[in-house]
C-alpha cells in the first residue's frame, strides 16, 4: 500500500501518513485495537471529554516526528529515508503494547510491562512484514548509532510526550496543559549525536516542564482519577484471586484466559504469537462488559467493588505530604471490617494507601541540552536563568468507602 492517506485530526487539523508501511502498520488488527482503549483510563469521571484513545495518540505523536525530522533536515542533520520511516513507524507502535485502561493490568491480570509487550508485538508485525521493522526495533531499543533517534522516540522532550500533554489538555478542558509544541519542535537540532534545544527556545521548554508537572497534579494524579484507577486494580485483582480459587465468572474469553491463567513476561516470550493474539483481544470493553456482570456476583467485595465503579461511587480519598498513623489505619480497616460486614483479609480490597511522587524536571535520566549560541552544550539544570528545579513532590493516600464512619 503506498498511497498517501490524510486523517482529520481536531488537535492538528488534517494529518499526512507519509509513509506506506506506516498505513499498512495502522490498518493491522494489533494497531485498531488502540481504539478501543482509552489514553486517560478513567479520567473521563473528572473531565467528561477525556474520552480520547490510544490511537489517536499515536498518530499525533506520529505527525509530530514528521515534523521534527523535516526541521531537523532543514538544519542539514543526515537523516535518511530509511531511518525516517524507521523512527516514525517506532512512534507509531511506541504504545502498541498498553492493555485496557493503560496500566491497571500491568498491576494484576498481566505481570508484563507495556513496553515489553510493545516490543513484543514489533518484533511479531516484523516477522508478518518480512523484517521492515528491524531498523525500528533498533531505535526503539536504543541500539542504533544515531542515538537522537531514539530520544525523539523517548527522551524528556520525545514525540510522545509533546503529544500527550497537547492531546490532554485539549481533552480535558486544562488549560495550564497547553504547549508551544511547534516552537519547540522548530528549535530542535543534534550536536554529538544528541538531541539539542537551541538557546533561543529555553523559556518555551520551560513552560513544556511546567505544563507537565500541572497536567501530573490536575489530571494523570487527580484524586479521582487516582482512586477510580486504584479500585480498577483492586476490583481485578479480586476477579484474579477469585479465579485462581476455581470460583465462576462471567466475562468474555478474552478476560477470562488472562484470569484464569497467570501469564509473565517469560510466558510471552516462550509463547509470543499465541498470547499477543489473545492480548490484542482485550480492551476497554471487555473489562466494562465484566463489571457489568459482576455486579450480580455472590462474591460480596467483587459486587460491591464493581458497582461502585460503574455508578461512579467512588472511595474517599485522603491527601497528605506525610505518612498516615498506623493507629488511625488501624481504626479505619476496623470499621470497614464491622460496619460491611467484611473479614480482615477482605478489607486489603476496600482499603488501600500509597504514595505518588512528581517532579517539574529529572536529572536522573538524561537531562535536556541546551545549544548556546557560541556552540557550547550545556544542560538545562545548568541554565541558571531558568525557575525549574529537580525536586521531588511526593503525596501520600488513602482510599476506602465513603459511607465509613
Known amino acids: 500500500m503506498n498511497k498517501k492517506k490524510i486523517f482529520n485530526d481536531p488537535v492538528y487539523g488534517f494529518i499526512t501518513v507519509p509513509y506506506g508501511i506506516l498505513f499498512d502498520l495502522i490498518e493491522h488488527p494489533f494497531f485498531q485495537r488502540l481504539r478501543r482503549i482509552k489514553q486517560v483510563g478513567l479520567t473521563h469521571y473528572v473531565y467528561p471529554g477525556a474520552l480520547h484513545t490510544r490511537f489517536h495518540h499515536a498518530l499525533g505523536a506520529m505527525h509530530l516526528m514528521t515534523q521534527a525530522i523535516e526541521v531537523l533536515r532543514s538544519k542539514d542533520i543526515d ?105 519547540i519542535i522548530k528549535m530542535l537540532s543534534v550536536r554529538d549525536n544528541e538531541l539539542v534545544v537551541e538557546e533561543k527556545g529555553i523559556y518555551s521548554i520551560e513552560k513544556f516542564l511546567i505544563a507537565r508537572r500541572l497536567m501530573y497534579w490536575q489530571v494523570y494524579l487527580h484524586k479521582t482519577s487516582l482512586v477510580a484507577e486504584q479500585m480498577l486494580i483492586r476490583t481485578l485483582k479480586r476477579a484474579k484471586d477469585l479465579a485462581n480459587q476455581g470460583i465462576a465468572l462471567d466475562c468474555s474469553a478474552s478476560l477470562k484466559k488472562f484470569l484464569y491463567q497467570n501469564i509473565g513476561p517469560e510466558a510471552f516470550r516462550q509463547n509470543r504469537d499465541e498470547l499477543l493474539k489473545s492480548f490484542a483481544r482485550l480492551d476497554d470493553f471487555d473489562i466494562i462488559s465484566g463489571l457489568k456482570n459482576w455486579i450480580e456476583h455472590d462474591d460480596f467485595v467483587l459486587s460491591f467493588l464493581s458497582k461502585s465503579i460503574l455508578n461512579r461511587k467512588l472511595f474517599r480519598v485522603e491527601l497528605n505530604n506525610n505518612t498516615f498513623g498506623s493507629d488511625y489505619k488501624k481504626n479505619i480497616r476496623l470499621n470497614i471490617e464491622s460496619q460491611l460486614n467484611v473479614t480482615a483479609s477482605d478489607v486489603d480490597y476496600l482499603f488501600f494507601e500509597g504514595q505518588e511522587t512528581n517532579s517539574a524536571y529529572s536529572t536522573s535520566k538524561k537531562e535536556i541540552k541546551i545549544l548556546f549560541k557560541n556552540n557550547v552544550v550545556k544542560p538545562m539544570s545548568a541554565f541558571a536563568d531558568h525557575g525549574i528545579h529537580p525536586k521531588i513532590i511526593t503525596k501520600h493516600y488513602l482510599c476506602y468507602p465513603k459511607n465509613i464512619t
Open 79 to 183: 537523516i535518511t529515508e530509511e531511518e525516517a520511516r524507521a523512527v516514525s513507524i517506532a512512534i507509531l507502535l511506541h504504545d502498541i503494547g498498553h492493555g485496557p485502561f493503560s496500566h491497571a493490568l500491568e498491576h494484576t491480570l498481566v505481570n508484563a510491562h507495556h513496553e515489553d509487550l510493545s516490543i513484543l508485538f514489533m518484533e511479531s508485525l516484523n516477522d508478518e512484514f518480512e523484517g521492515k521493522l528491524n531498523l525500528a526495533i533498533r531505535i526503539f531499543k536504543d541500539q542504533y548509532e544515531k542515538k537522537f533517534l531514539h530520544q525523539l522516540v523517548s527522551g524528556q522532550l520525545d514525540m510522545d510526550r509533546m503529544d500527550y500533554l497537547n492531546r490532554d489538555s485539549f481533552f480535558t478542558g486544562v488549560s495550564e496543559g497547553v504547549i508551544g509544541y511547534d516552537r
